[in-house]
């Protein structure tokens, strides 16, 4: 199935109301990092680089439910570090869902199988696991052998118990457009997850790898290619139809990373959970005392090879509430 209908209305709604009332800069989904530890040590990310004792710290419950009612994002991805290793984790998913969030909780997977049990399948709750290619080249991305096999074996199990699973793939200059058509059919037909998200790798600054980055051409060349002759349209792809376009390069949007703020143990983090210019303490000071303009290809180095959705699918989004062609062609979409 699609993203739910209840989801799309609800987000919709939400969206409806901020443009009615001319608020200019909102959340639409909190990115919610409650601790950066990982049991995995993936050259592509810039996380785990931390030292110890930053690597040690976590956010409470309390600290989560209230930086979720600061913002008031309608949906809430929890990410990290891995949060399965967060031992009040399921307390924390609990807490968001009892405010009716919509819920995204992100894994590698590795204890998804054996943590089950703490979760129930929920109308707002979705498993989100990273899944960077089929089985060797996921295992090289996380430096383990294994992990690809745990991963299928723990969504065909959440999904044998009823619970909504969705993917997260990133793609690096390894990948090409077969490879992507191959992962995408793999999830889509063979473990048939609900929905599948993409996005083209962003260079961590600390990251061990940083030569395998795609850059803005090569994403575009490769997007492009792998959705050709109408095969975009059977997979189902957690993105607007504006976002993919905005990856073939159809279209070409300015950054809103204010779309997707994260808040972490050091705080709300400026831009992005992509690029840390420094944090604030509080959801309100990162609006008002974030030079946003200075962020976005064209404007900022560190951003000149970025195309995540942490950035243009917030755009996007907005770009199809203001079009009545793109908000009918979102409502059919996947």
């Not at 891995?82 to 968001?96: C, G, N, R, S, Y």
């Not at 969030?101 to 109308?123: G, Q, S, W």
């Not at 065909?156 to 993917?167: D, H, L, P, S, W």
């Not at 946003?292 to 509430?321: F, I, S």
Request: hydrophobic content about 35%.
């Amino acid at each position: 199935m699609s993203i739910p209908v209840r989801q799309k209305i609800k987000v919709g709604t939400y969206l409806m109301s901020q443009r009615l009332r001319g608020v200019k800069k909102f959340p639409l989904v909190l990115q919610l990092e409650p601790l950066y530890q990982c049991n995995l040590e993936c050259v592509g990310c810039g996380k785990i680089q931390h030292p110890d004792d930053i690597l040690r710290r976590r956010l409470s419950v309390q600290q989560c439910v209230d930086a979720v009612e600061e913002c008031g994002a309608p949906v809430v991805s929890i990410a990290g570090g891995e949060p399965l290793v967060h031992k009040e984790i399921d307390q924390i998913t609990q807490a968001l869902l009892e405010r009716k969030k919509y819920v995204y909780l992100c894994t590698n997977a590795i204890l998804m199988e054996r943590k089950l049990d703490l979760f129930k399948p929920h109308p707002y709750f979705a498993w989100s696991v990273h899944l960077d290619g089929l089985r060797d080249r996921h295992d090289e991305s996380v430096s383990r052998k294994g992990v690809f096999d745990k991963a299928v074996a723990a969504i065909r199990e959440a999904k044998r118990r009823g619970f909504r699973v969705t993917t997260n793939t990133t793609f690096f200059t390894h990948d090409s457009a077969k490879s992507v058509r191959e992962v995408l059919d793999f999830l889509n037909d063979d473990l048939q997850v609900d929905n599948m998200q993409i996005s083209p790798a962003y260079a961590y600054e600390k990251a061990p790898d940083q030569e395998h980055f795609m850059g803005v051409d090569r994403t575009r060349a490769i997007f492009r290619e792998a959705f050709s002759e109408g095969r975009r349209g059977k997979w189902r792809l957690n993105h607007s139809p504006l976002f993919l376009d905005f990856l073939e390069g159809k279209v070409d949007f300015e950054c809103t990373p204010w779309g997707i703020p994260c808040y972490s143990v050091f705080g709300w983090q400026r831009p992005c959970y992509l690029l840390a210019d420094g944090y604030a303490s509080t959801y309100k000071e990162l609006l008002e005392t974030t030079d946003w303009d200075q962020y976005g290809r064209g404007r900022n180095p560190k951003c000149e090879n970025c195309m995540a959705h942490a950035g243009y699918e917030p755009t996007a989004v907005l770009r199809t509430l203001g079009s009545l062609k793109e908000s009918a062609r979102a409502a059919v979409a996947h």
